[in-house]
């Protein structure tokens, strides 16, 4: 890793912090005092982000051993904060502002004002469009809660023991909180799908299926206490809990999917919801920040499928595979014991090696490629076994603020088959390096305020994520790997596929069996890899597409700085533009490439 202060010197960074006049300075400091307002009112509704971000001590130390409100209550309070901090935002005028700040408040404005909007105009989820329903095999305190209190709730003192304990028993109490607002959202006849809440049973019976003394729920605590020395019995304590408390609310959980599962629909999309048109809308605007219709996304993602497919054709027929349409040789491909790791434990542990030595060898070229580099670490663990029915092929947990946790890479090792060899470079640049960890931890790194650093913006991070997959590509990682430059482009077709199948599931009233069939007939994916990629876009309406339009959007920031800038362009210098100003809606981010463009023009 860079020395932070190496890392953070670039032209952009430089831009950030430029000398603006007085009364720009004045209106400045107003809207910083308003944005540590917002942070600290933000965090007096989430101790687990408190905990997430590491800004859980001091006068928050308390927020150590509390659990996010999720009844409606909670949720009310949310929306009425978002209100609250827009009314406040729109009385700085932003005219007066500097050209950084005026930057910030335009991100700020317009996340508020989409989350307000929302709110007001669905009665139903949490607080935002995007993710409809309290309950299913995606969300939840069930699902969310067990790897939050393993993987982020940090066990150093006695003091953060005894906490982990208070938040078990949180645990059990936002679970019931959850009931209450499911059965508001039931009688709005909001639910997820029968096949959504058929995973959702799984899981929660794989939770609840845990002997109380052996459950992880107990063990990260003992084991992790244990470690750090600290006496004192936390298996008895903990062990009471889960049985007394915990367990039960999780049974009374499990009663209502159940009850919820009999009277579900089968409908995939959220078009069967209350203004279901609206909703999907906005969910495209919260998820992928774009004011692009659903036909539109759904011809493009068709567009992508066939010149992708073209691509791979290209060079199969090059490696001798030629036989049957593009999906079914990567069918074969997938099913190609020589590229399979073992289904055991040991060989999942030697794959997890493995892309550790990847990672290693992507971070010797970044300092070719990038300007600013960030010294918070990678870590690569595998999803928890009782979670991994549900979850994707990995995800990425960024490093908290303070530096004291890195950022964690989860891969979904179910079933090694679902993973082929050839796929894990791809996957691994796009949630490693130079993906989310590269991008996220930048971010945490980077000249802004604290706000900004807490604010995510999928099509941001995501584009930058798959556009990172493309960027891999270009730095020679698959110079002697074709069978690796098919994974890269079957991933990126994959993308194109999601834009097809999320317009078709919330827009044109495609099946879940319809979109799981052409998923699997243009990718050549296992069906079972299929389902569970299905089954999510359905319960995170928009989600999908953000990946795909923010690559675009980055590409077609970069074509235009090269073409501005000619024998002048210079990637690093580009790409600490695109990361030190943080994530923002893709509507900004031209701006903020046109600004890059003029100060390297000078």
């Not at 940090?154 to 645990?171: N, V, W």
């Not at 607002?181 to 799908?193: E, K, T």
């Not at 459950?215 to 006496?231: E, F, G, H, W």
């Not at 597409?545 to 000619?566: E, F, H, N």
Request: charged residues 25%.
């Amino acid at each position: 890793m860079l020395d932070r202060r190496t890392a953070l010197k670039s032209g952009a960074a430089a831009f950030a912090v430029a000398a603006v006049a007085p009364t720009a300075r004045a209106a400045d400091a107003k809207l910083a005092a308003l944005f540590d307002t917002f942070v600290q009112e933000n965090l007096d509704l989430s101790p687990t982000d408190a905990t997430q971000f590491g800004l859980d001590k001091g006068k928050r130390a308390h927020q150590r051993a509390e659990i996010d409100d999720a009844s409606l209550a909670g949720i009310a309070k949310v929306k009425a904060l978002n209100e609250s901090q827009l009314k406040r935002l729109n009385q700085i005028a932003r005219a007066g502002l500097s050209g950084a700040d005026q930057l910030n408040y335009d991100i700020v404005f317009y996340d508020l004002s989409n989350s307000v909007a929302a709110g007001k105009e669905f009665a139903y989820g949490p607080t935002v469009a995007g993710r409809p329903y309290i309950l299913s095999q995606l969300t939840g305190n069930y699902c969310n809660t067990p790897a939050f209190l393993d993987s982020q709730h940090p066990i150093e003192t006695k003091t953060d023991a005894d906490a982990y304990l208070a938040r078990l028993e949180g645990f059990a109490r936002a679970m019931d909180q959850e009931i209450e607002a499911s059965r508001h959202d039931i009688a709005l006849g909001v639910a997820a799908p029968d096949f959504a809440l058929a995973k959702t049973l799984i899981q929660m019976s794989q939770l609840r299926s845990e002997k109380v003394e052996s459950s992880n729920l107990v063990m990260s605590l003992v084991n992790r206490a244990k470690a750090k020395k600290i006496s004192g019995d936390y298996a008895g304590p903990a062990a009471k809990i889960v049985a007394g408390k915990v367990y039960p609310a999780l049974d009374r959980q499990i009663a209502l999917v159940k009850e919820m599962r009999e009277k579900a629909r089968h409908d995939a999309g959220v078009w069967a919801l209350p203004k279901g048109g609206d909703y999907y809308r906005a969910s495209l605007t919260y998820w992928a920040t774009t004011d692009k219709k659903p036909e539109e996304i759904h011809r493009l993602g068709l567009s992508i499928v066939a010149d992708h497919t073209a691509k791979i054709d290209a060079i199969m027929k090059k490696q001798g595979l030629s036989k049957g349409t593009v999906g079914e040789r990567l069918r074969v491909l997938y099913k190609d014991p020589r590229y399979l790791y073992p289904n055991t434990d040991a060989a999942k542990d030697k794959l997890i090696a493995d892309l550790n030595a990847h990672v290693r060898e992507v971070q010797a070229q970044l300092p070719r490629y990038f300007g600013a580099l960030p010294r918070q670490g990678l870590q690569i663990r595998r999803v928890p076994k009782n979670i991994e029915a549900g979850q994707p092929q990995g995800y990425y947990y960024p490093p908290a603020l303070d530096g004291s946790r890195p950022g964690i890479y989860w891969i979904n090792l179910r079933d090694t088959a679902e993973v082929p060899k050839w796929t894990l470079p791809t996957l691994t640049h796009h949630e490693g390096i130079p993906g989310h960890h590269l991008q996220l931890a930048i971010q945490n790194e980077a000249t802004l305020p604290t706000l900004r650093k807490m604010m995510g913006f999928s099509a941001y991070e995501e584009g930058w994520a798959l556009y990172s997959e493309q960027l891999a590509a270009e730095m020679g990682e698959y110079k002697n790997d074709p069978l690796g430059e098919i994974g890269q482009l079957h991933d990126s077709m994959f993308r194109g596929v999601r834009l097809v199948v999320d317009s078709g599931m919330h827009a044109l009233k495609w099946s879940r069996e319809q979109a799981v069939k052409y998923y699997v007939d243009t990718l050549g994916d296992l069906e079972a890899s299929a389902i569970t990629e299905i089954e999510r876009y359905c319960v995170w309406p928009g989600q999908a597409c953000s990946y795909m339009l923010g690559k675009l959007t980055i590409l077609d920031a970069r074509a235009r700085a090269q073409k501005a800038l000619g024998a002048k362009f210079d990637m690093r210098k580009f790409h600490d533009a695109v990361l030190l100003n943080g994530a923002m809606p893709l509507k900004l981010l031209d701006s903020v490439v046109d600004k890059y463009i003029g100060g390297a023009k000078s």
